[in-house]
């Protein structure tokens, strides 16, 4: 990552609208401030903390768990809370829950409502398997199942879990009466590996468990959850799961059209080399990252998604031009199979939360010069 320091007195200034969200001006004037902060002043929530750090982490956990608590939960909080992310897995499994309005904000309604919900589940799983169903579907979601080791988690290749992973699938599509694609399997994952984490150990870095296989209450539980909070966050965005919709290749276009005009050299560099941006993109948003980036990497950047009010939609389109944009010079430095090789291997296993926070800034920045139609106020850092 390039040396933050040198940015540290940069830092551009902005004329708030009275109609910018307090959330948006915490994540454009609040990340920035931690972005441009000198780097050995930043904390790296997503690395082994050293004793100061494991201090911070210790308070912002004790924060989070009384925060949940509270009879009442702020809503502009908890998304500012949810896109400001935590490594705590079990924390995060509370928080989305909450943002995607599938647990109540009353603390005191939330455990009987999620009960009710693990029963309509249940219920309209017995319903479907009672019934005739597309046997050639169930065996095309099982094999994606399996193909999922390949993320080397090791809890995806207990068979329990392929199996729990393979039903909700399958109750999703008939429910929803849509057609399976590996990419709609791909946004599951996220939401079981995260609630899971409320039942049974996951280490947050490696992704570990224990031998032992988790139990089948456990099992039932987080299925459920999955389920509806897949269904709460297709709702949001239903064009991710339609390959050719026009809504996804408005998305597309978007992207490609917000490139262009901030970095006009870049895109027609990577055109010029063969790179096919439409698939790159198309890849990015159905999947929202999960095949071309690690584990942590996704949970983290799924925080902001799902804290945005309106969907993950907005965001994801100015993410996907940020992180092309980050690695611009060693992109106009490649051919354009190694820029397509790059851009789907991207180096980020050990992007730290200061690098992910510039990631945001970038982003948002982006998003507001381009509704306001403006350049962008300075140049920013680049990952190395």
């Given at each position: 990552m390039a040396d933050p320091f040198h940015y540290a007195n940069a830092r551009p200034e902005f004329r708030?609208?009275?109609?910018?969200?307090?959330?948006?001006?915490?994540?454009?004037?609040?990340?920035?401030?931690?972005?441009?902060?000198?780097?050995?002043?930043?904390h790296h929530f997503l690395q082994p903390p050293v004793h100061e750090e494991t201090l911070e982490f210790i308070r912002k956990e004790t924060f989070l768990k009384k925060f949940l608590e509270k009879d009442i939960i702020d809503n502009e909080k908890l998304r500012e809370l949810c896109w400001q992310g935590t490594y705590n897995n079990s924390l995060r499994a509370?928080?989305?829950?909450?943002?995607?309005?599938?647990?109540?904000?009353?603390?005191?309604?939330?455990?009987?409502?999620?009960?009710?919900?693990?029963?309509?589940?249940?219920?309209?799983?017995?319903?479907?398997?009672?019934?005739?169903?597309?046997?050639?579907?169930?065996?095309?979601?099982?094999?994606?199942?399996?193909?999922?080791?390949?993320?080397?988690?090791?809890?995806?290749?207990?068979?329990?879990?392929?199996?729990?992973?393979?039903?909700?699938?399958?109750?999703?599509?008939?429910?929803?009466?849509?057609?399976?694609?590996?990419?709609?399997?791909?946004?599951?994952?996220?939401?079981?590996?995260?609630?899971?984490?409320?039942?049974y150990p996951v280490d947050t870095d490696t992704f570990s468990t224990p031998a032992e296989e988790p139990h089948e209450s456990i099992i039932e539980i987080v299925e459920a959850d999955a389920y509806w909070c897949l269904s709460a966050l297709v709702d949001k965005v239903p064009d991710i799961v339609r390959s050719e919709s026009m809504g996804l290749n408005r998305m597309v276009s978007k992207i490609i059209e917000i490139l262009s005009r901030f970095e006009p050299q870049l895109v027609g560099y990577m055109m010029n080399q063969g790179v096919d941006l439409d698939v790159?993109?198309?890849?990015?948003?159905?999947?929202?990252?999960?095949?071309?980036?690690?584990?942590?990497?996704?949970?983290?950047?799924w925080d902001a998604l799902i804290s945005e009010l309106d969907g993950p939609s907005g965001l994801c389109m100015y993410l996907c031009s940020v992180?092309?944009?980050?690695?611009?010079?060693?992109?106009?430095?490649?051919?354009?199979?190694?820029?397509?090789?790059?851009?789907?291997?991207?180096?980020?296993?050990?992007?730290?939360e200061s690098d992910i926070l510039m990631i945001f800034s970038h982003a948002y920045l982006l998003q507001m010069c381009a509704t306001k139609q403006e350049p962008l106020p300075m140049k920013t850092p680049t990952l190395s």
């Amino acid at each position: 990552m390039a040396d933050p320091f040198h940015y540290a007195n940069a830092r551009p200034e902005f004329r708030y609208s009275d109609e910018m969200s307090p959330l948006t001006r915490i994540r454009v004037d609040g990340a920035l401030t931690a972005t441009y902060a000198p780097y050995e002043m930043q904390h790296h929530f997503l690395q082994p903390p050293v004793h100061e750090e494991t201090l911070e982490f210790i308070r912002k956990e004790t924060f989070l768990k009384k925060f949940l608590e509270k009879d009442i939960i702020d809503n502009e909080k908890l998304r500012e809370l949810c896109w400001q992310g935590t490594y705590n897995n079990s924390l995060r499994a509370s928080i989305w829950k909450i943002v995607l309005d599938y647990s109540p904000k009353l603390y005191s309604q939330r455990d009987y409502v999620l009960l009710c919900k693990k029963e309509e589940y249940n219920y309209l799983k017995q319903h479907i398997f009672s019934q005739e169903f597309d046997d050639k579907m169930l065996n095309t979601i099982r094999n994606d199942v399996k193909v999922c080791a390949a993320y080397n988690v090791v809890l995806f290749r207990m068979e329990c879990v392929q199996e729990s992973l393979t039903k909700c699938m399958l109750v999703y599509c008939v429910k929803n009466e849509i057609e399976y694609s590996p990419r709609m399997f791909c946004l599951l994952v996220p939401f079981y590996l995260v609630f899971i984490s409320q039942f049974y150990p996951v280490d947050t870095d490696t992704f570990s468990t224990p031998a032992e296989e988790p139990h089948e209450s456990i099992i039932e539980i987080v299925e459920a959850d999955a389920y509806w909070c897949l269904s709460a966050l297709v709702d949001k965005v239903p064009d991710i799961v339609r390959s050719e919709s026009m809504g996804l290749n408005r998305m597309v276009s978007k992207i490609i059209e917000i490139l262009s005009r901030f970095e006009p050299q870049l895109v027609g560099y990577m055109m010029n080399q063969g790179v096919d941006l439409d698939v790159l993109f198309k890849r990015w948003v159905t999947k929202l990252f999960l095949i071309d980036f690690p584990l942590n990497i996704v949970l983290r950047l799924w925080d902001a998604l799902i804290s945005e009010l309106d969907g993950p939609s907005g965001l994801c389109m100015y993410l996907c031009s940020v992180l092309v944009i980050q690695f611009k010079d060693q992109l106009m430095m490649k051919n354009g199979t190694d820029i397509t090789s790059f851009l789907s291997n991207m180096p980020a296993e050990h992007w730290s939360e200061s690098d992910i926070l510039m990631i945001f800034s970038h982003a948002y920045l982006l998003q507001m010069c381009a509704t306001k139609q403006e350049p962008l106020p300075m140049k920013t850092p680049t990952l190395s």
